[in-house]
C-alpha cells in the first residue's frame, strides 16, 4: 500500500476527536500537493539556472524564510493526513511548528519599499495561532487543537505561499514563472 493510500485509509484512524471529514482531507492534500509541487519546480528552476537572479534571495530575512517555510508546506500535509497522537506526529509538530514561527519572525525583516506590506497580517496570525495550537493540544481539547491546526495549514501557510507565487515580482513568483533576459 503506498503512503498516499494509507494517510488516506479509513484503517488508519485518526486519534479521537481529530477527525477530519473526507472533503477537508481532499483539500488538504490538493493545497500541499499542488503548492509543494509549484516550490519544488521554482527551487529546480532557480539552482539549475534557468530562472532569472532576483536581488531578493541577498537578503538573509528572505533566505531564513524560505528555508523554513518550502518543507513545512509537505510536512504540514504529511500531519494532517497521516495517523495523529503517535510519538512521531508529536515530534514531526513541534518541528512544524518550530518552522512556522520561524517563518513568521522572518517575515517581520522582509519589508516592501521599506513597510509592512497587506501580507504581515499573517505574522501575528501565525504567533498566535502556533502558541494556541501547542496550548490546546497540551490541555488534551484535541477539537480546538485540530481547528487551530488546520487554519494555520490553510490561513497562515496556503494563502500566503499562493500571494507568493502569484504575485508578480516575488521571489518564488520570479523563479516559478520568470524568464531569463
Same mark, same amino acid.
Given at each position: ?39 519544488? *519546480? ?35 500535509? *504529511? ?25 513568521? @519572525?522572518?517575515?517581520? !525583516?522582509? #519589508? ?9 497580517? !499573517?505574522?501575528?496570525?501565525? @504567533?498566535?495561532?502556533? &502558541?494556541?495550537?501547542?496550548? *490546546? ?15 494555520? *495549514?490553510?490561513?497562515? @501557510? ?6 507568493? !507565487?502569484?504575485?508578480?515580482? #516575488? ?7 520568470? &524568464?531569463?533576459?
Amino acid at each position: 500500500m503506498t503512503i498516499l493510500a494509507t494517510m488516506l485509509s479509513p484503517s488508519n484512524p485518526p486519534a479521537k476527536g481529530f477527525d477530519l471529514s473526507p472533503a477537508m482531507r481532499g483539500i488538504v492534500l490538493a493545497a500541499s500537493t499542488i503548492l509543494t509541487a509549484m516550490a519544488l *519546480y521554482a527551487i529546480l528552476r532557480a539552482m539549475l539556472g534557468i530562472a532569472p537572479a532576483h536581488p531578493n534571495i541577498r537578503s538573509a530575512a528572505i533566505v531564513l524564510h524560505v528555508v523554513s517555510v518550502i518543507p513545512a508546506i509537505p510536512l504540514g500535509g *504529511y500531519l494532517l493526513l497521516s495517523r495523529k497522537g503517535t510519538a512521531l506526529h508529536k515530534q514531526l509538530g513541534k518541528l512544524w511548528i518550530a518552522m512556522m514561527v520561524v517563518t513568521a @519572525l522572518s517575515a517581520i !525583516f522582509i #519589508r516592501t519599499s521599506g513597510s509592512f506590506s497587506f501580507i504581515h497580517v !499573517f505574522v501575528p496570525l501565525t @504567533l498566535i495561532g502556533a &502558541w494556541q495550537t501547542v496550548r *490546546y493540544a497540551r490541555l488534551g481539547r484535541i477539537a480546538e487543537h485540530r481547528k487551530q491546526i488546520v487554519g494555520m *495549514y490553510l490561513g497562515a @501557510l496556503m494563502i500566503p505561499g499562493l500571494v507568493a !507565487f502569484l504575485l508578480p515580482g #516575488r521571489l518564488m513568483n520570479v523563479w516559478t514563472f520568470g &524568464w531569463p533576459a
